[in-house]
Protein backbone atom coordinates (compact mmCIF):
# COMPACT_ATOMS: atom_id res chain seq x y z
CA UNK A 1 0.00 0.00 0.00
CA UNK A 2 1.50 3.30 -0.99
CA UNK A 3 2.53 5.19 2.30
CA UNK A 4 0.15 8.70 2.09
CA UNK A 5 1.76 9.89 5.71
CA UNK A 6 5.48 9.52 4.49
CA UNK A 7 7.31 10.56 8.15
CA UNK A 8 3.96 11.30 10.30
CA UNK A 9 3.54 9.20 13.61
CA UNK A 10 1.52 9.03 16.47
CA UNK A 11 -0.79 12.21 17.06
CA UNK A 12 0.33 14.04 13.90
CA UNK A 13 -0.68 10.80 11.87
CA UNK A 14 -3.69 10.75 13.24
CA UNK A 15 -4.90 14.12 13.19
CA UNK A 16 -3.83 13.69 9.33
CA UNK A 17 -5.98 10.56 8.88
CA UNK A 18 -9.10 12.42 10.63
CA UNK A 19 -8.86 14.92 7.97
CA UNK A 20 -8.11 12.54 5.13
CA UNK A 21 -5.37 15.01 4.50
CA UNK A 22 -2.44 13.09 2.39
CA UNK A 23 0.98 14.11 2.57
CA UNK A 24 2.02 16.49 -0.23
CA UNK A 25 -1.86 17.74 -0.38
CA UNK A 26 -2.82 20.99 -0.95
CA UNK A 27 -4.43 21.93 2.25
CA UNK A 28 -6.54 24.66 4.01
CA UNK A 29 -5.82 24.35 7.38
CA UNK A 30 -8.29 26.23 9.92
CA UNK A 31 -6.56 26.49 13.38
CA UNK A 32 -7.49 29.04 16.13
CA UNK A 33 -3.91 31.05 14.95
CA UNK A 34 -5.96 31.73 11.69
CA UNK A 35 -6.24 30.24 8.13
CA UNK A 36 -3.19 28.41 6.66
CA UNK A 37 -2.32 27.40 2.91
CA UNK A 38 -0.20 25.37 1.35
CA UNK A 39 1.63 22.01 0.58
CA UNK A 40 1.59 18.94 3.63
CA UNK A 41 5.17 18.20 3.10
CA UNK A 42 6.76 14.78 4.98
CA UNK A 43 8.58 14.50 8.20
CA UNK A 44 11.72 12.90 8.68
CA UNK A 45 12.03 9.80 11.23
CA UNK A 46 13.20 11.46 13.76
CA UNK A 47 11.18 14.35 13.96
CA UNK A 48 8.01 14.68 16.61
CA UNK A 49 4.40 14.15 16.10
CA UNK A 50 2.89 17.45 17.48
CA UNK A 51 3.20 19.20 14.33
CA UNK A 52 1.61 19.26 10.38
CA UNK A 53 4.76 20.98 8.55
CA UNK A 54 2.93 23.20 5.58
CA UNK A 55 5.10 24.76 2.26
CA UNK A 56 2.97 28.13 2.47
CA UNK A 57 3.36 30.37 -0.98
CA UNK A 58 6.58 32.46 -0.14
CA UNK A 59 8.15 29.45 -0.41
CA UNK A 60 8.61 29.15 3.42
CA UNK A 61 7.78 26.06 5.82
CA UNK A 62 6.06 26.45 9.12
CA UNK A 63 5.33 24.01 11.62
CA UNK A 64 1.74 23.79 12.70
CA UNK A 65 0.92 22.87 16.30
CA UNK A 66 -1.64 19.87 16.32
CA UNK A 67 -3.55 20.92 19.17
CA UNK A 68 -4.67 24.47 17.40
CA UNK A 69 -5.70 22.97 14.49
CA UNK A 70 -9.90 22.60 13.86
CA UNK A 71 -10.33 21.84 10.74
CA UNK A 72 -8.26 20.40 7.79
CA UNK A 73 -9.39 20.27 4.09
CA UNK A 74 -7.49 18.82 0.99
CA UNK A 75 -8.44 21.21 -2.01
CA UNK A 76 -5.60 19.53 -4.60
CA UNK A 77 -2.80 17.11 -4.68
CA UNK A 78 0.69 16.93 -6.66
CA UNK A 79 3.03 13.68 -5.50
CA UNK A 80 6.77 14.67 -5.44
CA UNK A 81 9.14 12.06 -5.16
CA UNK A 82 11.17 12.11 -1.80
CA UNK A 83 14.40 11.11 -3.12
CA UNK A 84 17.66 12.14 -4.16
CA UNK A 85 18.69 10.68 -7.29
CA UNK A 86 21.82 8.72 -6.84
CA UNK A 87 25.09 9.23 -8.80
CA UNK A 88 27.53 6.42 -8.13
CA UNK A 89 30.25 7.97 -5.63
CA UNK A 90 33.77 7.10 -8.17
CA UNK A 91 36.69 5.41 -6.41
CA UNK A 92 39.81 7.79 -7.01
CA UNK A 93 42.98 5.42 -6.31
CA UNK A 94 45.21 8.50 -4.68
CA UNK A 95 42.38 9.95 -2.53
CA UNK A 96 41.96 8.86 1.18
CA UNK A 97 39.55 6.95 2.40
CA UNK A 98 36.77 8.52 4.41
CA UNK A 99 34.10 7.02 6.79
CA UNK A 100 30.89 9.25 7.46
CA UNK A 101 29.15 7.85 10.69
CA UNK A 102 25.40 9.26 10.98
CA UNK A 103 23.95 10.01 14.32
CA UNK A 104 20.55 11.11 13.25
CA UNK A 105 21.20 15.10 11.85
CA UNK A 106 20.94 15.68 8.31
CA UNK A 107 24.27 16.11 6.84
CA UNK A 108 23.49 17.33 3.33
CA UNK A 109 20.30 17.86 1.73
CA UNK A 110 19.35 19.52 -2.21
CA UNK A 111 15.63 21.58 -2.50
CA UNK A 112 13.05 19.81 -4.38
CA UNK A 113 12.41 23.28 -6.69
CA UNK A 114 8.69 21.95 -7.89
CA UNK A 115 7.63 21.45 -4.03
CA UNK A 116 9.66 22.95 -2.12
CA UNK A 117 10.47 20.13 0.23
CA UNK A 118 14.03 19.64 1.73
CA UNK A 119 15.14 16.17 0.65
CA UNK A 120 17.70 14.43 2.97
CA UNK A 121 21.22 12.60 1.76
CA UNK A 122 23.03 10.34 3.86
CA UNK A 123 24.18 7.48 1.71
CA UNK A 124 27.53 8.13 -0.99
CA UNK A 125 25.38 8.09 -4.16
CA UNK A 126 23.08 10.66 -2.41
CA UNK A 127 25.49 12.53 -1.16
CA UNK A 128 27.73 12.83 -4.12
CA UNK A 129 23.93 13.89 -5.89
CA UNK A 130 23.68 16.42 -3.17
CA UNK A 131 27.39 17.55 -2.88
CA UNK A 132 29.60 16.57 -6.14
CA UNK A 133 32.68 18.42 -5.21
CA UNK A 134 33.00 15.94 -2.17
CA UNK A 135 34.74 13.43 -4.91
CA UNK A 136 37.55 15.57 -5.84
CA UNK A 137 38.41 15.24 -1.59
CA UNK A 138 37.76 11.89 -0.72
CA UNK A 139 36.58 8.10 -1.02
CA UNK A 140 33.51 8.09 0.92
CA UNK A 141 31.36 5.53 2.46
CA UNK A 142 28.48 5.75 5.00
CA UNK A 143 27.40 4.10 8.01
CA UNK A 144 24.03 5.08 9.52
CA UNK A 145 24.26 4.43 13.41
CA UNK A 146 21.30 5.70 14.91
CA UNK A 147 18.46 8.52 14.32
CA UNK A 148 17.90 10.53 17.75
CA UNK A 149 17.28 13.80 18.29
CA UNK A 150 20.84 15.79 19.19
CA UNK A 151 19.70 16.43 22.44
CA UNK A 152 19.05 12.79 23.25
CA UNK A 153 22.33 12.10 22.78
CA UNK A 154 23.98 9.95 26.04
CA UNK A 155 26.30 7.25 26.81
CA UNK A 156 24.71 4.84 25.22
CA UNK A 157 25.78 6.37 22.29
CA UNK A 158 28.90 7.55 23.08
CA UNK A 159 29.78 4.08 23.90
CA UNK A 160 28.94 2.76 19.97
CA UNK A 161 30.27 5.75 18.53
CA UNK A 162 33.43 5.21 20.00
CA UNK A 163 33.01 1.50 19.44
CA UNK A 164 32.59 2.20 15.31
CA UNK A 165 35.52 4.68 15.07
CA UNK A 166 37.94 1.73 16.83
CA UNK A 167 36.23 -0.82 13.99
CA UNK A 168 36.99 2.04 11.24
CA UNK A 169 40.67 2.62 12.90
CA UNK A 170 41.26 -0.96 12.69
CA UNK A 171 40.20 -1.08 9.26
CA UNK A 172 42.66 1.53 7.72
CA UNK A 173 40.46 4.57 7.06
CA UNK A 174 42.41 7.55 6.60
CA UNK A 175 39.46 9.89 8.57
CA UNK A 176 36.28 9.67 10.17
CA UNK A 177 33.34 12.22 9.94
CA UNK A 178 30.02 11.94 12.51
CA UNK A 179 27.15 13.65 11.59
CA UNK A 180 25.37 15.31 13.99
CA UNK A 181 22.60 17.53 14.82
CA UNK A 182 24.35 21.31 16.30
CA UNK A 183 22.58 21.62 19.55
CA UNK A 184 24.71 18.86 21.72
CA UNK A 185 27.51 18.77 18.84
CA UNK A 186 29.69 20.04 21.50
CA UNK A 187 28.96 17.77 24.29
CA UNK A 188 29.53 14.47 21.82
CA UNK A 189 32.98 16.27 20.87
CA UNK A 190 34.09 15.97 24.46
CA UNK A 191 32.52 12.64 25.35
CA UNK A 192 34.64 11.17 22.36
CA UNK A 193 38.06 13.11 23.35
CA UNK A 194 38.49 11.19 26.36
CA UNK A 195 36.84 8.05 25.42
CA UNK A 196 38.49 7.39 21.80
CA UNK A 197 42.42 8.69 22.82
CA UNK A 198 45.73 8.32 20.60
CA UNK A 199 44.28 8.06 17.60
CA UNK A 200 46.57 8.13 14.55
CA UNK A 201 43.33 9.86 12.33
CA UNK A 202 41.36 12.85 12.58
CA UNK A 203 38.23 12.28 13.65
CA UNK A 204 35.55 15.21 12.82
CA UNK A 205 31.99 16.48 14.01
CA UNK A 206 30.17 18.64 11.67
CA UNK A 207 26.55 19.60 11.45
CA UNK A 208 24.42 22.30 9.79
CA UNK A 209 22.85 25.29 11.08
CA UNK A 210 20.40 26.16 8.25
CA UNK A 211 19.15 23.68 5.64
CA UNK A 212 19.74 23.72 2.29
CA UNK A 213 16.03 25.51 0.99
CA UNK A 214 18.05 28.58 2.65
CA UNK A 215 20.24 30.40 0.17
CA UNK A 216 22.74 31.25 3.38
CA UNK A 217 22.63 26.94 3.93
CA UNK A 218 26.12 25.58 5.79
CA UNK A 219 25.37 22.66 4.90
CA UNK A 220 27.55 21.38 2.04
CA UNK A 221 30.58 23.97 2.95
CA UNK A 222 31.02 22.74 6.07
CA UNK A 223 30.65 19.04 4.74
CA UNK A 224 33.38 19.52 2.42
CA UNK A 225 35.44 21.41 4.55
CA UNK A 226 35.28 18.00 7.43
CA UNK A 227 35.61 15.72 4.28
CA UNK A 228 38.93 17.52 3.54
CA UNK A 229 40.00 17.45 6.80
CA UNK A 230 39.39 13.79 8.17
CA UNK A 231 41.12 12.77 4.51
CA UNK A 232 44.01 15.63 4.51
CA UNK A 233 44.87 16.42 7.57
CA UNK A 234 47.61 15.99 9.77
CA UNK A 235 45.86 17.02 13.20
CA UNK A 236 44.73 13.43 14.73
CA UNK A 237 41.90 14.31 17.10
CA UNK A 238 38.54 14.99 17.93
CA UNK A 239 37.48 18.01 16.39
CA UNK A 240 34.45 19.81 15.43
CA UNK A 241 34.08 21.65 11.90
CA UNK A 242 31.62 24.25 11.62
CA UNK A 243 31.54 27.69 9.84
CA UNK A 244 34.46 30.44 10.52
CA UNK A 245 33.50 33.73 9.70
CA UNK A 246 30.14 34.93 8.60
CA UNK A 247 31.38 34.58 4.85
CA UNK A 248 31.67 30.94 3.10
CA UNK A 249 36.29 32.18 3.59
CA UNK A 250 37.05 28.95 5.87
CA UNK A 251 35.53 27.04 8.67
CA UNK A 252 36.91 26.82 11.63
CA UNK A 253 38.71 23.16 13.62
CA UNK A 254 37.82 23.13 17.48
CA UNK A 255 39.54 21.53 19.98
CA UNK A 256 36.51 19.05 21.33
CA UNK A 257 37.11 19.49 25.14
CA UNK A 258 36.76 23.31 24.37
CA UNK A 259 34.05 23.68 21.98
CA UNK A 260 30.61 25.53 22.21
CA UNK A 261 27.01 26.72 20.58
CA UNK A 262 26.79 29.80 21.25
CA UNK A 263 23.53 31.19 19.10
CA UNK A 264 20.62 29.20 17.99
CA UNK A 265 20.88 30.07 14.01
CA UNK A 266 24.09 31.83 13.42
CA UNK A 267 26.54 29.79 10.96
CA UNK A 268 29.20 30.88 12.97
CA UNK A 269 28.17 29.99 16.35
CA UNK A 270 30.59 27.63 17.40
CA UNK A 271 33.85 29.35 19.27
CA UNK A 272 36.87 27.71 21.11
CA UNK A 273 36.45 28.50 24.68
CA UNK A 274 39.63 29.98 26.70
CA UNK A 275 42.03 29.98 23.71
CA UNK A 276 42.02 29.83 19.86
CA UNK A 277 40.99 26.72 17.33
CA UNK A 278 43.52 24.35 16.12
CA UNK A 279 43.18 25.49 13.08
CA UNK A 280 41.62 26.97 9.25
CA UNK A 281 40.65 25.04 7.02
CA UNK A 282 39.16 26.21 3.21
CA UNK A 283 39.31 24.39 -0.05
CA UNK A 284 41.62 26.83 -1.17
CA UNK A 285 43.96 26.64 1.56
CA UNK A 286 43.86 23.67 2.97
CA UNK A 287 44.02 22.80 6.70
CA UNK A 288 46.15 25.50 8.28
CA UNK A 289 47.30 24.84 12.10
CA UNK A 290 46.89 28.05 14.21
CA UNK A 291 48.47 25.84 17.13
CA UNK A 292 52.01 24.38 17.31
CA UNK A 293 50.55 21.87 19.63
CA UNK A 294 48.40 19.24 18.35
CA UNK A 295 47.99 15.52 18.16
CA UNK A 296 49.52 14.49 14.40
CA UNK A 297 48.40 11.81 11.87
CA UNK A 298 49.87 8.06 12.08
CA UNK A 299 50.23 5.41 9.74
CA UNK A 300 50.35 2.87 12.32
CA UNK A 301 47.20 1.43 13.66
CA UNK A 302 47.64 1.19 17.37
CA UNK A 303 45.66 0.25 20.24
CA UNK A 304 43.05 3.33 21.46
CA UNK A 305 44.60 3.59 25.35
CA UNK A 306 43.54 5.38 27.87
CA UNK A 307 45.95 8.09 27.79
CA UNK A 308 45.14 11.49 28.81
CA UNK A 309 43.27 13.52 26.23
CA UNK A 310 43.77 17.38 25.33
CA UNK A 311 42.21 19.33 27.73
Request: with cysteine; proline share 5%.
Amino acid sequence: MEDIFQGYKGRGLEVLKKYNVRVWGKAVIQTSRGEFKGTVLPRSENDDDMHIVLKIETGYNIGIDIFTITDMKEVGYSKASYKIPEKEFPFTPNLPRVKLLGTGGTIASRLDYRTGAVIPAFSPGELYGAVPELADICNLSTEKLFAVFSENMGPEQYKALAIAIGKEIENGVDGIIIGHGTDTLSHTAAALTFMVQNSPVPIVLVGSQRSSDRPSSDAALNLMHAAYTAGHSDIAEVMVCMFGPTSDEYGFLHRGTRVRKMHSSYRSTFRTIGEIPIATVSRKDGVKPLKDSYCHRRKEVPSLSAEPGHG
